[in-house]
């Protein structure tokens, strides 16, 4: 039997299982914080510019384009969700994908549910499933395709989007193989994009092409049968026969659903810049409070974290806002100047521009930590006068069981990103429905 055939089978055979109450509880919360930065990601000038370049040449239909009061076909709707829950940097990541699963999933899913007029259990049935697909192919492929310079998010993460439609639509396991291998030939996305609208755009056109292969795996559309294994397959043509656990896939998929992983589910951003960066801001904001110091008082401020985050986040001098969200050296000295980072540090112009935030910045250093741990940094403050101050910062908030975001933070997050585009009582509505699984 062929890898996308198993692949195919345990997937379809885990989403037909009982999901427990805490399983769908977790599903529910990536949804509805997705769904909150999708909204505000709709409003931003990159989705405002694609949808001038997509919507002309468009066919209507019933997928929603969130932000928007447009309706059009699953395929476009699933491109435009897609840039838009990712143009903020603001959603869910994975350690285990090495990348975002929600907006993975989500938008390829939802586009298809609003044409199918699905809703409900359906939906987070797929979610599940989907979110089961990226962490598995993740330990197949990642960390190789991360530190390589691919972007899991879509070269990993169209497998789960796909996933999650063939669920939906209820494909076979035949269809679903097929859909999958489809895939293999449409995964792209590279990391030089990182802090521009592209990484956004690589993650709508990994939907839309999740929806466009399960579409086509409906109609008997042909794919090689041995896309993943074969010399010239994903495997190899990724990451090299060495660098591949393709066990992950194949193994039947009976332990706990991998969202219910204490140590690696959901990690739920609070601030919107990089994963790797929240944890030396979480540092920098203690040491902040700890000293009570200006920042004209401070010398430098020196980071340092795993080398696996090092390489994307060391970005001294950013363009503009945007750029900004991948600096640690702006985000930290934004955070010290502010006492905290919001959505329009990165949007706003004369945010970034603020002269004190500019000085510090270029007092801010980052090198590596020694340690095994990739969520762990350190962080040092060395005031004018030659105190020094450290911390030690273990992980960022919400990035375990034990260290969890402040209760309701979640709540106001998505309230303050509908907020952009929704009154607040239709934005409080909204919120209200999704906690019932109506996400019509």
Same mark, same amino acid.
């Given at each position: 039997?062929t890898l996308a055939r198993q692949f195919a089978g345990n997937l379809l055979q885990f989403s037909r299982q009982t999901?427990?109450? @805490?399983?769908?509880? *977790?599903?529910? !919360?990536?949804? #509805?914080? !997705? =769904?909150?930065?999708?909204?505000?990601?709709?409003?931003?000038?990159?989705?405002?510019?694609?949808?001038?370049?997509?919507?002309?040449?468009?066919?209507?239909?019933?997928?929603?384009?969130?932000?928007?009061?447009?309706?059009?076909?699953?395929?476009?709707?699933?491109?435009? /969700?897609?840039?838009?829950?990712?143009?903020?940097?603001?959603?869910?990541?994975?350690?285990?994908?090495?990348?975002?699963?929600?907006?993975?999933?989500?938008?390829?899913?939802?586009?298809?549910?609003?044409?199918?007029?699905?809703? &409900?259990?359906?939906?987070?049935?797929?979610?599940?499933?989907?979110?089961?697909t990226a962490v598995r192919m993740g330990k197949a492929v990642s960390p190789f395709q991360y530190r390589h310079g691919?972007?899991?998010? !879509?070269?990993?993460?169209?497998?789960?989007?796909?996933?999650?439609?063939?669920?939906?639509?209820?494909?076979?396991?035949?269809?679903?193989?097929?859909?999958?291998?489809?895939?293999?030939?449409?995964?792209?996305?590279?990391?030089?994009? %990182? &802090?521009?609208?592209?990484?956004?755009?690589?993650?709508?056109?990994?939907?839309?092409?999740?929806?466009?292969?399960?579409?086509?795996?409906?109609?008997?559309?042909?794919?090689?049968?041995?896309?993943?294994?074969?010399?010239?397959?994903?495997?190899?043509? %990724?990451?090299?026969?060495?660098?591949?656990?393709?066990?992950?896939?194949?193994?039947?998929? *009976?332990?706990?659903?991998? #969202?219910?992983?204490?140590?690696?589910?959901?990690?739920?951003?609070?601030?919107?810049?990089?994963?790797?960066?929240?944890?030396?801001?979480?540092?920098?904001?203690? =040491?902040?409070?700890?000293?009570?110091?200006?920042?004209? *008082?401070?010398?430098?401020?020196?980071?340092?974290?795993?080398?696996?985050?090092?390489?994307?986040?060391?970005?001294?001098?950013?363009?503009?806002?945007?750029?900004? +969200?991948?600096?640690?050296?702006?985000?930290?000295?934004?955070?010290?100047?502010? &006492?905290?980072?919001?959505?329009?540090? %990165?949007?706003?112009?004369?945010?970034?521009?603020?002269?004190?935030?500019?000085?510090?910045?270029?007092?801010?250093?980052?090198?590596?930590?020694?340690?095994?741990?990739?969520?762990?940094?350190?962080?040092?403050?060395? @005031? !004018?006068?030659?105190?020094?101050?450290?911390?030690?910062?273990?992980?960022?908030?919400?990035?375990?069981?034990? /260290?969890?975001?402040?209760?309701?933070?979640?709540?106001? +997050?998505?309230?303050?990103? @509908?907020?952009?585009?929704?009154?607040?009582?239709?934005?409080?509505?909204?919120?209200?429905?999704?906690?019932?699984?109506?996400?019509?």
């Amino acid at each position: 039997m062929t890898l996308a055939r198993q692949f195919a089978g345990n997937l379809l055979q885990f989403s037909r299982q009982t999901f427990s109450a @805490a399983a769908r509880e *977790q599903a529910r !919360t990536a949804i #509805i914080d !997705t =769904l909150g930065v999708t909204l505000a990601g709709g409003v931003q000038d990159g989705a405002d510019r694609l949808r001038r370049v997509i919507v002309p040449s468009a066919a209507m239909g019933k997928s929603r384009v969130f932000g928007t009061d447009l309706r059009l076909n699953a395929l476009d709707a699933a491109l435009l /969700n897609g840039v838009s829950s990712h143009l903020l940097d603001f959603d869910d990541s994975n350690s285990w994908l090495h990348g975002h699963i929600s907006v993975a999933v989500l938008p390829a899913l939802l586009a298809l549910a609003d044409e199918r007029d699905l809703n &409900g259990d359906a939906v987070i049935r797929a979610y599940l499933a989907g979110y089961e697909t990226a962490v598995r192919m993740g330990k197949a492929v990642s960390p190789f395709q991360y530190r390589h310079g691919w972007h899991p998010t !879509t070269t990993v993460g169209i497998f789960a989007g796909a996933a999650a439609c063939a669920v939906l639509l209820e494909l076979t396991e035949q269809q679903t193989a097929t859909a999958l291998s489809i895939c293999a030939s449409l995964a792209s996305g590279i990391k030089s994009n %990182f &802090g521009s609208q592209t990484k956004a755009l690589a993650v709508g056109q990994a939907a839309r092409s999740a929806v466009m292969a399960v579409r086509l795996a409906q109609e008997g559309f042909s794919a090689g049968q041995m896309a993943f294994e074969h010399h010239h397959g994903y495997f190899n043509v %990724f990451n090299g026969s060495d660098n591949v656990a393709p066990e992950a896939l194949t193994d039947p998929w *009976q332990e706990t659903p991998s #969202i219910l992983d204490v140590e690696k589910s959901n990690n739920f951003k609070y601030f919107s810049c990089c994963y790797a960066i929240l944890s030396p801001v979480d540092g920098v904001l203690a =040491l902040r409070e700890q000293t009570g110091l200006r920042p004209d *008082q401070v010398e430098s401020i020196e980071v340092q974290v795993h080398p696996i985050r090092f390489p994307h986040i060391n970005i001294p001098q950013p363009e503009n806002p945007l750029a900004g +969200k991948f600096s640690l050296h702006y985000c930290v000295a934004r955070a010290f100047v502010a &006492g905290t980072l919001t959505l329009d540090d %990165f949007i706003d112009s004369a945010r970034f521009a603020d002269p004190a935030t500019q000085a510090l910045m270029h007092r801010v250093t980052l090198g590596c930590h020694n340690g095994e741990t990739t969520h762990t940094a350190e962080v040092t403050l060395i @005031a !004018t006068d030659g105190r020094q101050f450290h911390q030690h910062i273990a992980g960022a908030r919400g990035s375990n069981a034990d /260290n969890p975001l402040p209760e309701g933070l979640l709540a106001e +997050k998505f309230l303050d990103c @509908a907020g952009r585009v929704l009154s607040p009582e239709i934005a409080r509505a909204f919120y209200e429905r999704l906690l019932q699984d109506d996400y019509s």
